[in-house]
């Protein structure tokens, strides 16, 4: 089955603490995203990938940081440093970073800070 | 900057209706359009997609359709079921971007009465 995974599904996380948030393709596709939904509101791109071991900050990359160290992997960590992190994310990928490529989605990962 | 709206925000129909709903983007330099689906809690689908040359796509009972001059796209759902309830985003690629970002709207919810 080819697709995207996000693991988890949901997570909670006290004020203070990082939290690594897990996205897996296989689709051998190079370009991947991270994108952020609020309630009411459309996404927004925090970090973007166009290949291993590089990564270019979205429109809200404050308090996050990502990496990139294989293909089918880019792992989000949200950190303290993220005034209001409790939101949906969405992590995305496509085959590169030509503009139309389009772009696939995983089911989600909801994050709520207690 | 490019700006999308979706309008209305929300919108219930009875089962059997056939249906419009609008995205408006500020900037007609787009590349591409892209209508999503998303169900409560879970990832996008991409429904269509139209490049800037193009005037409609049609998959099944859904047909959208792009005006790049007036900045405007609809998607039309023609008899509407209870199926189709979900949060519907349209999506922008900017034309001559250094990348493939999309550029969301704030999405419709529809709820499909039976």
């Known amino acids: 089955d080819g697709g995207i995974t996000q693991s988890p599904k949901y997570l909670f996380r006290k004020e203070g603490q990082n939290v690594t948030l897990s996205c897996e393709q296989n689709?051998?596709?190079?370009?991947m995203y991270w994108y952020r939904q609020d309630p009411g509101q459309g996404l927004r791109l925090i970090y973007y990938?166009?290949?291993?071991?590089?990564?270019q900050k979205g429109d809200i990359a404050e308090g996050y940081s990502v990496s990139r160290e294989k293909k089918e992997s880019f792992p989000l960590t949200v950190t303290s440093a993220q005034k209001n992190p409790t939101a949906f994310y969405l992590c995305a990928s496509s085959m590169g970073l030509v503009v139309g490529d389009t772009q696939y989605f995983g089911p989600g990962t909801r994050l709520t800070v207690l | 900057k490019q700006e999308v709206t979706q309008i209305p925000a929300a919108l219930s129909v009875p089962e059997g209706e056939n249906l419009v709903l609008n995205c408006s983007f500020t900037d007609s330099a787009i590349y591409n359009l892209q209508w999503f689906r998303q169900d409560p809690g879970k990832g996008l689908t991409s429904l269509l997609l139209?490049?800037?040359?193009?005037r409609e796509q049609t998959s099944g009972r859904l047909n959208a359709s792009l005006d790049k001059s007036s900045g405007r796209s609809t998607l039309y759902i023609a008899a509407s079921q209870p199926g189709d309830s979900a949060t519907y985003l349209c999506a922008v690629s900017r034309y001559g971007g250094a990348t493939n970002k999309l550029i969301f709207g704030t999405g419709t919810l529809l709820a499909v009465q039976p």
């Open positions: 990938s166009q290949i291993v071991n590089d990564f």
């Open positions: 689709l051998n596709h190079d370009a």
């Open positions: 139209i490049q800037s040359s193009q």
